[in-house]
């Protein structure tokens, strides 16, 4: 009786370390999908990471860039407007020279460069030609403007003899040089020497001899006119030529500029297109947080997983320990309950003493399974100890 209750708790023993290993096969087998699924989200973290850094310094990049861009627009928009400032004075220089060889004054302007380069051989300066226009201006005629050249000239030109002189006006100041000249040369030097030194008698001479050169009309004496007047041309022109030059100059930098000027703006919509392109980083930002937050996640249901594996392993060993236990009670029952071959006391004594002591060796297995289930227990403790160790270091 003892043995067939003894063979059916063998029975129930081992149906529940079947179903035990099963719960602990499956148990391990999640721990072991948790863990390797920890692997693949810690790699997608460093993925995330990666992006996020990747996008946030694509983005900066593009924000510099940005500031360089509108540096280099801002100087150079200035420095076309520093450039159009130059053209626009340079062009009020040409306009007030030209004003000023159009203006009423022309004609003293004239009058003095013909003047200075008949009497005195040279082109007068522009601080000269602003202190004798004055003394036009006052009313002086031409014999009283003449004589005061000529006084107020260099000791040299004072010291030429008056045939030296008018030498120097024919062959100087007209560009003469046909043989008709002496005649001329000497008539005026012998008018020079008689003439007293007065404006009326003086100043007369060399104005008539002017006067006279610019009232021909042909032959050589026109020819003298208009290599005079061509003279003073050229150089009442060229007094207006440094301003064209610079007005050039300023026109050409403008151009530079704004050609550098339409370069920048180009640069710089360029770099606000870039910029406009550029991913926001926020949302990597959140991606990459969100793949922490996984894994985080993911390593307290791998914690959860390996206890529960560890609950599957206690409860699989605790029920394999029983089922040894109903095992040994069923192997001594067995060896107890053999019909003796001979009914003689002593053989029933002797099996009444093995199914004693098989329910010593029972109880006995039933206390080792005990004590393992405690050591299982400071296992299980040691283990979630050391968990929660690598948990905190992760």
């Known amino acids: 009786q003892k043995l067939t209750s003894a063979l059916n708790e063998l029975r129930e023993k081992k149906s529940a370390e079947a179903t035990a290993k099963q719960i602990k096969d499956d148990r391990d087998l999640d721990h072991n999908r948790s863990v390797g699924t920890i692997t693949q989200m810690e790699f997608m973290v460093r993925l995330k990471k990666r992006d996020w850094e990747e996008v946030s310094e694509n983005l900066s990049r593009a924000q510099r860039n940005l500031i360089a861009r509108q540096d280099e627009y801002d100087v150079a928009k200035n420095a076309s407007k520093t450039a159009l400032e130059a053209k626009e004075a340079a062009e009020r220089e040409v306009n007030a020279a030209t004003a000023a060889l159009n203006s009423g004054d022309s004609a003293y302007i004239r009058q003095i460069y013909q003047y200075f380069y008949i009497i005195l051989g040279r082109m007068p300066g522009q601080s000269e030609i602003n202190y004798w226009i004055n003394d036009l201006r006052r009313g002086d005629g031409p014999r009283v403007f003449a004589y005061n050249i000529y006084k107020g000239s260099d000791s040299y030109t004072r010291s030429l003899s008056p045939k030296d002189f008018f030498t120097r006006a024919y062959t100087r100041g007209l560009g003469r040089d046909d043989n008709l000249i002496y005649s001329g040369i000497d008539y005026w030097a012998n008018v020079m020497m008689n003439a007293s030194d007065t404006p009326d008698s003086l100043g007369g001479v060399f104005a008539n001899f002017i006067n006279g050169v610019l009232s021909e009309t042909s032959g050589y004496g026109k020819t003298g006119k208009d290599n005079?007047?061509?003279?003073?041309?050229?150089?009442?022109?060229?007094?207006?030529?440094?301003?064209?030059?610079?007005?050039?100059?300023?026109?050409?930098?403008?151009?530079?500029?704004?050609?550098?000027?339409?370069?920048?703006?180009?640069?710089?919509?360029?770099?606000?297109?870039?910029?406009?392109?550029?991913?926001?980083?926020?949302?990597?930002?959140?991606?990459?947080?969100?793949?922490?937050?996984?894994?985080?996640?993911?390593?307290?249901?791998?914690?959860?997983?390996?206890?529960?594996?560890?609950?599957?392993?206690?409860?699989?060993?605790?029920?394999?320990?029983?089922?040894?236990?109903?095992?040994?009670?069923?192997?001594?029952?067995?060896?107890?309950?053999?019909?003796?071959?001979?009914?003689?006391?002593?053989?029933?004594?002797?099996?009444?003493?093995?199914?004693?002591?098989?329910?010593?060796?029972?109880?006995?297995?039933?206390?080792?399974?005990?004590?393992?289930?405690?050591?299982?227990?400071?296992?299980?403790?040691?283990?979630?100890?050391?968990?929660?160790?690598?948990?905190?270091?992760?």
Not at 229 to 249: C, F, G, M
Not at 254 to 273: C, F, H, P, S, T
Not at 292 to 319: F, G, L, M
């Open 228 to 394: 005079l007047n061509d003279t003073v041309n050229k150089v009442i022109n060229a007094s207006v030529e440094p301003a064209r030059q610079k007005l050039k100059d300023a026109s050409d930098r403008y151009d530079q500029a704004k050609i550098y000027e339409g370069g920048a703006n180009q640069n710089l919509v360029d770099a606000k297109a870039t910029l406009a392109r550029a991913p926001d980083s926020t949302q990597a930002k959140n991606d990459y947080d969100q793949a922490v937050r996984d894994v985080e996640s993911a390593i307290r249901a791998s914690d959860d997983a390996y206890k529960a594996a560890s609950n599957a392993a206690e409860e699989y060993r605790k029920a394999s320990g029983l089922t040894q236990s109903a095992q040994d009670l069923v192997n001594a029952l067995s060896a107890a309950a053999t019909p003796p071959s001979t009914g003689t006391t002593n053989d029933l004594n002797a099996k009444l003493s093995a199914y004693n002591i098989a329910e010593g060796i029972a109880a006995e297995t039933q206390k080792r399974a005990n004590d393992a289930y405690d050591d299982l227990t400071l296992i299980r403790g040691a283990g979630d100890a050391r968990l929660k160790e690598l948990t905190q270091l992760y």
